[in-house]
């Protein structure tokens, strides 16, 4: 069955980085998309950053020049470089597969920028 573990939340100052993992397992990981998305407190959940398989990326205008999303095919691995963090970037991140027919997501981490 598929699944997804992300890892690398936590408690960072405003201006600070944090690195978030998503480890997959139960499909051909190179030949799918990723995508990481987060949701707020009283927010919609939004996408944050997606990548195809080929390596094209597209990212949400707030998070554009401060994160990056890339993926290793050899460890099943999708990851979401965070710089820069602000506030507002306070949310539970989550890392999802789509796949035909549905859309899997991980448990999700916690990701909280003091300021």
């Known amino acids: 069955q598929v699944q997804l573990v992300e890892s690398g939340g936590g408690l960072v100052q405003a201006g600070g980085s944090l690195r978030l993992s998503c480890a997959a397992s139960g499909f051909i990981f190179r030949t799918n998309a990723m995508a990481w998305y987060r949701q707020a407190p009283g927010k919609q959940r939004e996408e944050v950053a997606f990548i195809t398989n080929d390596v094209k990326t597209r990212y949400a205008d707030s998070v554009k020049g401060r994160f990056t999303i890339s993926r290793d095919n050899a460890k099943n691995t999708v990851y979401l470089q965070m710089n820069g963090l602000k506030p507002e970037d306070t949310a539970v991140y989550y890392c999802?597969?789509?796949?035909?027919?549905?859309?899997?997501w991980g448990q999700g981490t916690q990701v909280t920028v003091s300021s």
């Open positions: 999802t597969a789509p796949r035909p027919g549905r859309t899997y």
